[in-house]
């Protein structure tokens, strides 16, 4: 799993609460990605970061915030969560092996409610 | 039109099967090609990669590309109830700058015993 873990696993909040969720790896890899999952739409990406304060936005960042303070730490947050952003998020790094390619590994999912 | 589309199925067949899963793309700039596995409730993992075209054949998987018609597909010989999970094909350029991969929809197959 490449040490990458998420935090909380699952979550059921409330429409307008902000919410933070938490991913942590442990082997210093300069790539981390935020993805979203739902039915229909496969993984779409979120947010990603290159290194310690260097992030990006992916396809669907609106209504979302990224943090990254630390190499391990990542963290995604939903400033008001709306019911359009249940789903399952998860987290990923990418390792880049000899001749190029970039091997990612994604952490366990979080599963998020908004009610 | 998705850069990277993939049918979500559900493909059903019994063990023993031939499976076929496949994808069609776009950007004639993606070199690497992946295939991940999901299994329910967990995140996906590489199954196999493919750096421009040809096949590459492990155990029972083969990949295959043919970037003339931009299509690729993943072989699965032998098909057993374990393989029954959700294959996500993804697609990237080689650049010099940050590595962001694009991912088809997911195919959900199902092998039945």
């Known amino acids: 799993d490449a040490g990458i873990t998420q935090s909380p696993r699952h979550k059921v909040t409330e429409t307008g609460t902000p919410v933070t969720l938490r991913c942590h790896q442990t082997e210093n890899h300069r790539y981390m990605y935020w993805y979203r999952q739902d039915p229909g739409h496969g993984l779409r990406l979120i947010h990603y970061?290159?290194?310690?304060?260097?992030?990006d936005k992916g396809e669907v960042s609106d209504g979302y915030s990224v943090s990254r303070s630390k190499t391990e730490d990542f963290l995604l947050t939903l400033e008001s969560a709306t019911s359009s952003q249940t789903s399952v998020y998860f987290c990923?790094?990418?390792?880049?092996?000899?001749?190029?390619?970039?091997?990612?590994?994604f952490g366990p999912g979080t599963r998020l409610t908004v009610l | 039109q998705k850069e990277v589309e993939q049918d979500p199925g559900p493909l059903s067949v019994p063990e023993g099967a031939i499976v076929s899963l496949n994808c069609t793309y776009s950007n004639s700039a993606f070199q690497y090609f992946m295939w991940y596995r999901q299994y329910s409730r967990k995140g996906p993992e590489l199954l196999m990669y493919?750096?421009?075209?040809g096949n590459k054949e492990d155990g029972r998987f083969t990949a295959q590309v043919d970037k003339s018609s931009k299509y690729i597909s993943l072989f699965i010989r032998d098909s057993q109830p374990s393989d029954s999970a959700t294959y996500l094909c993804?697609?990237?350029?080689?650049?010099?700058?940050?590595?962001?991969?694009?991912f088809g929809r997911g195919t959900s197959l199902i092998v039945h015993p």
């Open positions: 993804a697609m990237s350029a080689v650049t010099g700058g940050s590595y962001i991969p694009t």
């Open positions: 493919t750096y421009s075209s």
């Open positions: 970061s290159y290194g310690v304060k260097d992030t």
């Open positions: 990923a790094i990418s390792e880049l092996l000899a001749g190029g390619f970039h091997e990612q590994f």
